[in-house]
């Protein structure tokens, strides 16, 4: 009697009187344990490739040699557009400042503050540049691009709201300091005007400061669940 397709085993080891049915089942039991940690060890390792190979693709995806580039250009652009409001404002402020100096030179000092608070807006500029170039990291997988871009909208944020910020106070500040030198009493009006003039740059400075600590909130992006 065959021990394939058969009733139990343990009926048919009853009633055989050799030791080929207990081979047999012995034989059965040893491939199926062996198959089957077999295949779950082709299971971890499966796994294991799978789970590298995609922290891989994320750390190429998420952390490429150009994240850098985008957070040094936020950087410059901070500095640059912020400055040349500043260049811009300050000249032309300093053009109605020598004008008023020719009309009445004892209202000089109290002119003047249109070109100071130009000057302020470059300070805007080099406060953010600093604080992105200090965030820019070197190390392989350590800065991402979502950093990058984050500090690259920073910088333009801070750059042209100064820059929009020195094109008001140079327009506003030249004309009033001129009408100044001829009527004391607008002095007030004038410097309210620079002030709302100013938010506009200090506009610039919160948001970028906002998109820094967001773009530092992040971590490790590849981290495995």
Same mark, same amino acid.
């Given at each position: 009697m065959s021990c394939a397709f058969s009733p139990p085993r343990s009926v048919l080891c009853s009633r055989s009187t050799t030791e080929t049915c207990v %081979? +047999?089942?012995?034989?059965?039991? &040893?491939?199926? /344990?062996?198959?089957?940690?077999? &295949?779950?060890?082709l299971a971890v390792i499966t796994a294991t490739l799978v789970g590298g190979a995609s922290v891989a693709d994320c750390? +190429? +995806?998420?952390?490429?040699?150009s994240a850098g580039f985008f957070?040094?250009?936020?950087? %410059?652009?901070?500095l640059i557009f912020a400055n040349m409001g500043s260049a811009y404002g300050t000249a032309k402020a300093g053009c109605g400042v020598a004008h008023m100096g020719v009309m009445a030179p004892e209202r000089i000092m109290r002119g003047v503050v249109p070109v100071v608070m130009a000057g302020i807006l470059g300070i805007y500029g080099l406060i953010v540049a600093v604080i992105i170039n200090n965030n820019i990291r070197a190390e392989d997988y350590k800065y991402s691009s979502f950093s990058g871009y984050m500090h690259l909208g920073a910088g333009v944020a801070a750059g042209l709201a100064s820059l929009g910020a020195g094109l008001a106070i140079g327009i506003v500040g030249d004309t009033s300091v001129r009408a100044y030198g001829k009527q004391e009493k607008i002095f007030v009006a004038m410097i309210l005007?620079? *002030?709302?003039?100013?938010?506009?740059?200090?506009?610039?400075? *919160? *948001? %970028?400061?906002?998109?820094?600590? /967001? %773009?530092? +909130?992040f971590g490790d992006l590849c981290v495995p669940t």
């Open positions: %081979a +047999k089942e012995y034989t059965h039991t &040893t491939m199926v /344990q062996l198959v089957n940690r077999y &295949t779950l060890a750390l +190429k +995806k998420n952390y490429p040699t957070g040094g250009l936020g950087a %410059a652009c901070a005007m620079l *002030i709302f003039g100013e938010a506009l740059g200090l506009y610039g400075l *919160i *948001i %970028a400061l906002l998109m820094n600590n /967001q %773009a530092n +909130k």
